[in-house]
């Protein structure tokens, strides 16, 4: 079969769920000062067998990504099982997040031996004053844990929180990692205001121009550090400024899509609820987006349900600069009357109901990434390099989805667009090699 037969034979439809995001359990051994989930001091976690039931679930749905994270993941008092797990998943990606100071040899070669696509982890900076700033000065045990994730073979992805502490210097820590070959992508987030966070933020958070200047500084050094094998992104920018970075093409991260399109990511809290994320952001929710809980339906009920919901428009989201007031306290002096309307609207304050009126969620065919411009000889020469680590799917609203697995990087097309990418496949299957 040649490589046109083999994309269009693996063509699939997708719903609207492209991301799972399981916080399998609460608890945490940090007390980072922006942790979002919060009270990561009580013991709370989902029993291996429900997180096997979601995890098959979603590979059923033709969700492209589940995500297991907590807490602190590798604390799961079933870690074991809860790995072996992930050798059910048939299609769908599986990510790990752990801030990697717990890693023995043991959980290292449970990881190596798992399913698992990629793994995440936390570093803050290039020094411990740096890293610690926030999280606790621990990097020396974290740069070990790093390198035993390098050791388990799978792609390891590097987030670092950019907060008013560290943001300047957060491009030494991609190039550390790029002549190190510790990671191959660089996720620049910032902190929102959730959990922990909420007590910290003043001191914390990003103001407006300083988003402007992380986006600028990784536009100054993402190709560079890209021809060093180390992909530099900042999820935050757009959701905090609804500006599109300038060198992103059609290619963004799934995290990043999940953040802008808010059909596409649902979550099983560690409590077993499961929440749609329109309204959501960090442990945080406006109004009742739980659809139920995990011990009372099962997780294949409850995604149908999720896409039903999603499909006949009745969820709603935030407008995106409501949103960025609140989540990243954006356009506010971070006084105590302007964080009350936003812990009202959260619920953890008493006050006059929220007049803030929700809108129809824009999906994913009205995402800003389809107004770029496409190479479709790049494009299809990528996709004859490891086509089995590739997806391509047929999206609810029409739009053609490309999922890189092993990345976890999504690439939006028009149906035309991907008919002339598999013309171009044909093309270059003809000629000699």
């Given at each position: 079969?040649?490589?046109?037969?083999?994309?269009?034979?693996?063509?699939?439809p997708t719903g609207?769920?492209?991301r799972?995001v399981?916080?399998?359990?609460?608890?945490?051994?940090?007390?980072?000062?922006?942790?979002?989930?919060?009270?990561?001091?009580r013991?709370?976690?989902?029993?291996?067998?429900?997180?096997?039931?979601?995890m098959?679930?979603?590979?059923?749905?033709?969700?492209?990504?589940v995500v297991?994270?907590?807490?602190?993941?590798?604390?799961?008092?079933?870690?074991?099982a809860?790995?072996?797990?992930?050798?059910?998943l048939?299609?769908?990606?599986?990510?790990?997040?752990?801030?990697?100071?717990?890693?023995?040899?043991?959980?290292?070669?449970?990881?190596?031996e798992?399913?698992l696509?990629?793994?995440?982890?936390?570093?803050?900076?290039?020094?411990n004053?740096?890293?610690?700033?926030?999280?606790?000065?621990?990097?020396?045990?974290?740069?070990?844990?790093?390198h035993?994730l390098?050791?388990?073979?799978?792609?390891t992805?590097v987030?670092?929180?950019?907060h008013?502490?560290?943001?300047?210097?957060?491009?030494?820590?991609?190039?550390?990692?790029?002549?190190?070959r510790?990671?191959?992508?660089?996720?620049?987030?910032?902190?929102?205001?959730s959990?922990?966070?909420?007590?910290?933020?003043?001191?914390?958070?990003?103001?407006?121009?300083e988003?402007?200047?992380?986006?600028?500084?990784?536009?100054?050094?993402?190709?560079?550090l890209?021809?060093?094998?180390?992909?530099l992104t900042?999820?935050?920018?757009w959701?905090?400024?609804?500006?599109?970075?300038?060198?992103?093409?059609?290619t963004?991260?799934?995290?990043?899509?999940s953040?802008?399109?808010?059909d596409?990511?649902?979550?099983?809290r560690?409590?077993?609820?499961?929440?749609l994320?329109?309204?959501?952001?960090?442990?945080?929710?406006?109004?009742?987006a739980a659809?139920?809980?995990?011990?009372?339906?099962?997780?294949?009920r409850?995604?149908?349900?999720?896409?039903?919901?999603?499909?006949?428009?009745?969820?709603?989201?935030?407008p995106?600069?409501?949103?960025?007031?609140h989540?990243?306290?954006?356009?506010t002096?971070?006084e105590?009357?302007?964080?009350?309307?936003?812990?009202?609207?959260?619920g953890?304050?008493?006050?006059?109901?929220?007049?803030?009126?929700?809108?129809?969620?824009?999906?994913?065919?009205?995402?800003?990434?389809?107004?770029?411009?496409?190479?479709?000889?790049?494009?299809?020469?990528?996709?004859?390099?490891?086509p089995?680590d590739?997806?391509?799917?047929?999206?609810?609203?029409?739009v053609?989805?490309?999922?890189?697995?092993?990345?976890?990087?999504?690439?939006?097309?028009?149906p035309?667009?991907?008919?002339?990418?598999?013309?171009?496949?044909?093309?270059?299957?003809?000629?000699?090699?």
């Amino acid at each position: 079969m040649n490589i046109n037969d083999y994309y269009g034979a693996r063509l699939e439809p997708t719903g609207r769920v492209l991301r799972l995001v399981i916080d399998a359990v609460n608890e945490c051994n940090l007390r980072c000062r922006y942790c979002h989930p919060g009270e990561v001091w009580r013991t709370q976690q989902l029993d291996a067998a429900v997180v096997q039931q979601a995890m098959t679930a979603a590979d059923d749905a033709g969700t492209l990504e589940v995500v297991l994270t907590g807490g602190e993941m590798t604390m799961h008092h079933q870690l074991p099982a809860v790995l072996d797990s992930t050798h059910l998943l048939r299609r769908c990606a599986s990510t790990l997040i752990t801030n990697a100071t717990l890693l023995t040899p043991e959980i290292q070669r449970q990881l190596a031996e798992s399913n698992l696509t990629r793994i995440c982890t936390s570093v803050d900076g290039i020094t411990n004053d740096l890293h610690g700033s926030a999280r606790g000065k621990n990097l020396p045990r974290v740069l070990d844990g790093l390198h035993r994730l390098a050791g388990t073979g799978k792609p390891t992805t590097v987030i670092t929180v950019v907060h008013r502490g560290n943001w300047e210097r957060a491009i030494e820590l991609s190039g550390y990692l790029a002549d190190r070959r510790l990671a191959v992508q660089h996720h620049l987030c910032a902190p929102s205001y959730s959990g922990q966070a909420r007590e910290n933020y003043p001191e914390l958070a990003l103001r407006k121009h300083e988003f402007h200047s992380v986006q600028t500084l990784v536009d100054e050094h993402q190709a560079d550090l890209a021809d060093r094998g180390v992909y530099l992104t900042f999820n935050s920018f757009w959701p905090a400024t609804g500006l599109a970075p300038i060198r992103t093409g059609r290619t963004i991260t799934l995290q990043q899509l999940s953040e802008q399109i808010k059909d596409t990511l649902c979550n099983i809290r560690p409590n077993g609820e499961f929440r749609l994320q329109a309204t959501t952001w960090g442990r945080e929710m406006v109004g009742n987006a739980a659809l139920g809980s995990v011990h009372d339906q099962p997780p294949s009920r409850l995604l149908r349900n999720a896409e039903s919901v999603l499909a006949d428009g009745s969820a709603k989201q935030l407008p995106r600069d409501v949103e960025a007031r609140h989540k990243f306290q954006i356009g506010t002096h971070f006084e105590t009357e302007e964080r009350q309307a936003t812990d009202v609207l959260i619920g953890h304050a008493d006050g006059n109901e929220s007049d803030v009126e929700l809108v129809p969620i824009r999906s994913v065919d009205k995402h800003w990434a389809l107004d770029n411009p496409l190479d479709i000889s790049q494009l299809a020469a990528e996709l004859k390099t490891e086509p089995q680590d590739r997806r391509v799917l047929l999206h609810p609203t029409g739009v053609m989805l490309i999922f890189h697995r092993r990345h976890s990087l999504v690439t939006v097309l028009r149906p035309a667009e991907w008919n002339a990418v598999c013309r171009e496949l044909a093309t270059q299957e003809r000629q000699p090699a």
